[in-house]
């Protein structure tokens, strides 16, 4: 199965400021998706991200907030813009593979 | 819409007790169901999945399987280790369909 490598794995961040969080993959493939994760809580999906198109975005999140880019078949970056405590989640991302899904290690994020 | 249900935790056991995670769900289709780990401190394994009805899916001693007739996939385990302390998430995912995920059930085991 596809191997993710996510970074930075944690980060600590002044409100208003923004954060850009890497995710490579040791294979090609077709869309990418990014998670997050609020304290004690389950996943809720962000994003789709497909290379060479606009990210599709789930209810409640929006481009502005979470620019998402996709320049090629294994690397994707997720921003979170303009900060607030409320942001504090871990975020993942996530790609098919023929046996299920992979997960990134995360990135937790700490917004003070 | 589809949707899962887990029972809630914390779950506490002792060493070499035995261990059930209960996961129901709800969907429109015939989804594909899976269980992920979550180890303290990491993201997300796969741990395992079963594709249609009373397919087993099991790993590191773990088994789930697709009950259709009680949409279930309960979790586990006859003999659980200090080590398999993590949250358990059940998913779900139909066909065209994103993840479900179900809300995650903290398992804390004990020496």
């Known amino acids: 199965s596809a191997v993710i490598s996510q970074k930075p794995s944690r980060d600590i961040c002044q409100r208003g400021t923004s954060l850009t969080i890497q995710c490579q993959v040791d294979?090609?493939?077709?869309?990418m998706f990014w998670y997050r994760q609020q304290p004690g809580q389950s996943l809720t999906l962000i994003a789709t991200?497909?290379?060479?198109?606009?990210?599709?975005?789930e209810s409640g999140f929006v481009i502005d907030k979470f620019p998402i880019s996709r320049p090629n078949l294994t690397f994707s970056t997720l921003t979170v813009s303009n900060m607030s405590p409320e942001d504090s989640s871990i975020y993942l991302c996530?790609?098919?593979?023929?046996?299920?899904?992979?997960f990134g290690s995360g990135t937790r994020l700490t917004v003070v | 819409g589809d949707s899962v249900t887990q029972m809630e935790g914390p779950v506490t056991l002792s060493e070499e007790a035995f261990l059930t995670i209960n996961c129901t769900y709800t969907?429109?289709?015939?989804?594909?169901l899976f269980w992920y780990v979550q180890y303290p401190g990491e993201g997300l394994q796969l741990l395992l999945k079963?594709?249609?009805?009373?397919d087993k899916g099991s790993n590191k001693g773990f088994e789930a399987t697709y009950r259709k007739e009680t949409t279930s996939f309960h979790l586990e385990k006859g003999s659980v280790q200090v080590s398999d302390s993590a949250v358990y998430f059940c998913?779900?995912?139909?066909?065209?369909?994103?993840?479900?995920f179900g809300p995650g059930t903290r398992l804390s085991v004990l020496p």
């Open positions: 996530s790609v098919e593979t023929d046996y299920g899904y992979t």
């Open positions: 294979s090609q493939v077709t869309m």
């Open positions: 991200a497909n290379q060479g198109s606009e990210a599709t975005y």
């Open positions: 969907a429109t289709g015939y989804p594909s």
């Open positions: 079963a594709t249609k009805a009373d």
């Open positions: 998913a779900l995912k139909d066909y065209g369909q994103n993840f479900v």
